[in-house]
């Protein structure tokens, strides 16, 4: 399992690297991470709160103790670019550690996500941005619980 997480983070971070050049951009040019923090924790888009860059797929892997489950918050300041069905920039959150597990949802939009469980140790979010309009983006913070 870590070995096929690791190999998926080492993809999804550097795309749209290149296309940073100023030094206000530079200093947040790598996105996504595995997280195990025994008290929880937060990760935001790229940026934020300033306009997420275009271009960039950030994974999130967050992994819990084992018998513990975990619980992710977002912030208010919230605003990824809205479409039907979420279909450009999104958040995608699923319920286990890969990119197959059960979706628990898709979201864009100004309307911060619901409060979101996992029926496990592992919860899989994946922060996508396409080419064009970019917002705010999010930040999130995470807790565990029996």
Same mark, same amino acid.
């Given at each position: 399992?870590?070995?096929?997480?690791?190999?998926?983070? &080492?993809?999804?971070?550097?795309? !749209?690297?290149?296309?940073?050049?100023?030094?206000?951009? $530079?200093?947040?040019?790598?996105? +996504?991470?595995?997280?195990?923090?025994?008290?929880? !924790?937060?990760?935001?888009?790229?940026?934020?709160? =300033?306009?997420?860059?275009?271009?960039?797929? @950030?994974?999130?892997? %967050?992994?819990?103790?084992?018998? $513990? @489950?975990?619980?992710?918050?977002?912030?208010?300041?919230?605003?990824?670019?809205? &479409?039907?069905?979420?279909?450009?920039?999104?958040?995608?959150?699923?319920?286990?550690?890969? +990119?197959?597990?059960? %979706? %628990?949802?898709?979201?864009?939009? $100004? $309307?911060?996500?619901?409060?979101?469980? =996992? =029926? !496990?140790?592992?919860?899989? %979010?994946?922060?996508?941005?396409? !080419? /064009?309009? /970019? =917002?705010?983006?999010?930040?999130?913070?995470?807790?565990?619980?029996?």
């Amino acid at each position: 399992v870590a070995s096929l997480i690791i190999l998926h983070l &080492s993809g999804a971070t550097k795309k !749209g690297t290149e296309k940073q050049t100023t030094s206000e951009t $530079q200093k947040s040019v790598q996105c +996504g991470t595995w997280t195990k923090h025994a008290d929880g !924790g937060i990760f935001t888009s790229p940026n934020y709160p =300033s306009k997420y860059p275009p271009d960039r797929e @950030c994974i999130y892997i %967050i992994e819990a103790a084992p018998r $513990q @489950c975990i619980e992710l918050y977002f912030d208010e300041k919230y605003s990824i670019e809205p &479409s039907w069905e979420c279909k450009f920039d999104h958040i995608e959150v699923r319920d286990g550690p890969f +990119g197959f597990s059960p %979706i %628990i949802g898709r979201f864009c939009g $100004q $309307q911060n996500p619901p409060v979101i469980k =996992s =029926s !496990g140790r592992f919860l899989w %979010i994946k922060f996508f941005a396409d !080419g /064009e309009l /970019e =917002s705010m983006g999010f930040s999130a913070r995470y807790n565990f619980t029996p």
